[in-house]
Nanobody, 115 residues
């Protein structure tokens, strides 16, 4: 059974940093892509950043230059380094993994940016 477990969320002041991690378990196939999405209250879930197995990355315009996504294929882990956080980054952040037999989601981790 595939499971994605996120960690690293929390409360941070504007301008601060957080690092999210997501570990995939129960995976017995290559992971094509891993990514981070977020959903703020009353809004649709949106892509934050993703990274394919070869290392190519893609970012939402709103986080370019502030967030960095990376992955460790051997550990089946994806990271999201978030710097210069803004109140509008407040959301539940979800990890996603794209596998040959489907896409999977984690349960999410709350990120709150507030003074």
């Amino acid at each position: 059974q595939v499971q994605l477990v996120e960690s690293g969320g929390g409360l941070v002041q504007p301008g601060g940093s957080l690092r999210l991690s997501c570990v995939a378990s129960g995976v017995n196939a290559p992971i094509y892509a891993m990514g981070w999405y977020r959903q703020a209250p009353g809004k649709q879930r949106e892509l934050v950043a993703d990274i394919v197995s070869g290392g190519t990355t893609n970012y939402a315009d709103s986080v370019k230059g502030r967030f960095t996504i990376s992955r460790d294929n051997a550990k089946k882990t994806v990271y999201l380094q978030m710097n210069s956080l803004k109140p509008e980054d407040t959301a539940v952040y979800f990890c996603n993994a794209d596998l040959p037999y489907g896409g999977y989601w984690g349960q999410g981790t709350q990120v709150t940016v507030s003074s």
